[in-house]
Nanobody
Framework: QVQLAESGGGLVQAGDSLRLSCAAS????????MGWFRQAPGKEREFVAT????????YYADSVKGRFTISRDDAKNAVYLQTNSLKPEDTAVYYC????????????????WGQGTQVTVSS
């Protein structure tokens, strides 16, 4: 069982940056693939970024590639999403997710989810 808690969201202006954090419980955190997804009002949840366990490969949605960076600190049981050059279309609730070995962009393959943190980008 893994419990996840996101933090770091807020209201920012276009072009600003935010660092989202996800704190995870559980002794085997390092073995989990960790992902970030987001959901804007009236839209489906969409993939943002994923990092494999033990500091493995990273994957990004085309819409955030070059602007967002996912990282993890296994010693702290944490995963981060550095978001730069934010745009109004990045406004959404951002969710942290964990899975054993999910397909990166397939939300149904992640077993555990946090409650989300709101990111609002004004123009």
């Amino acid at each position: 069982q893994v419990q996840l808690a996101e933090s770091g969201g807020g209201l920012v202006q276009a072009g600003d940056s935010l660092r989202l954090s996800c704190a995870a419980s559980g002794p085997t955190f390092m073995t989990y693939t960790m992902g970030w997804f987001r959901q804007a009002p009236g839209k489906e949840r969409e993939f943002v970024a994923t990092i494999r366990g033990r500091g493995g490969a990273t994957y990004y949605a085309d819409s955030v590639k070059g602007r967002f960076t996912i990282s993890r600190d296994d010693a702290k049981n944490a995963v981060y999403l550095q978001t730069n050059s934010l745009k109004p279309e990045d406004t959404a609730v951002y969710y942290c997710a964990a899975g054993r070995y999910p397909s990166p962009a397939v939300s149904a393959e992640y077993a555990y989810w946090g409650q989300g943190t709101q990111v609002t980008v004004s123009s």
